[in-house]
């Protein structure tokens, strides 16, 4: 990947930096203790860590806020754990995706991970019944995955035809779970995402 020096934005490790999991950016110094001890990076082996915060220290804020890369870590801490530096990748790349969602919100750059429409749909599922409610979770999803409801509808047929009758064969999936359930204080739950905000 070339690097073009007109296109940096020098200040983008302090708009990380400001960001809560972001702080300790700068006191990376590329030991490659995150990539090697990541257990993602074992599985796509394009992830890497150390090269994100690289590319954000040099100020590759478009390169990096539509990484696809970005959406891939799990939230293990193995990376946190080994990092001599205290990094804390993990709550770096929060920080980072916050950013990045962000910027899509406002139209700047466009999301090629699928990551981020799954959490908002599992988001509105919980402020909506104040409990995961998998159907509409997987409606949202993929409706909002594949760009409609009949394309997505199509791709959840796909999806779901072998899953889908092993869980209506152990009593998971029927009519019953097609009714979204919800708690008693959904009031209070709602008053949690009202507080919370974007």
């Known amino acids: 990947m070339a690097i073009k020096t007109w296109d940096l934005v020098p200040n983008f490790k302090y708009e990380i930096a400001s960001m809560p999991g972001g702080e300790n950016i700068m006191k990376c110094f590329q030991c490659s203790t995150c ?65 990045a969602e962000k910027e899509a919100h406002k139209g700047n750059i466009k999301l090629k991970a699928v990551r981020p429409i799954f959490e908002e749909a599992f988001m509105h599922q919980l402020e909506k019944y104040g ?23 199509l791709a959840m047929q796909k999806d779901y035809q072998k899953l889908g009758m092993r869980l209506f064969k152990k009593g998971k999936m029927g009519p019953k779970s097609m009714l979204p359930p919800k708690i008693k204080r959904i009031g209070e739950v709602k008053k949690i995402f009202k507080e919370l905000g974007d």
Not at 57 to 65: A, I, Q, S, T
Not at 66 to 92: G, H, M, N
Not at 132 to 143: A, I, V
């Open 35 to 99: 990539t090697v001890g990541c257990p993602i990076s074992e599985l796509v082996s394009t992830y890497n860590p150390r090269k994100i915060i690289q590319m954000s220290l040099l100020g590759m804020r478009n390169e990096v806020l539509e990484s696809e890369e970005i959406w891939l870590c799990a939230v293990c801490q193995t990376c946190s754990e080994r990092c001599p530096q205290d990094v804390k990748i993990s709550d770096l790349m929060g920080a980072i995706r916050r950013i």
């Open 131 to 153: 409990r995961l409610y998998e159907m509409g979770l997987s409606m949202e999803y993929y409706k909002k995955a594949h760009g409609g409801l009949i394309s997505g509808m």
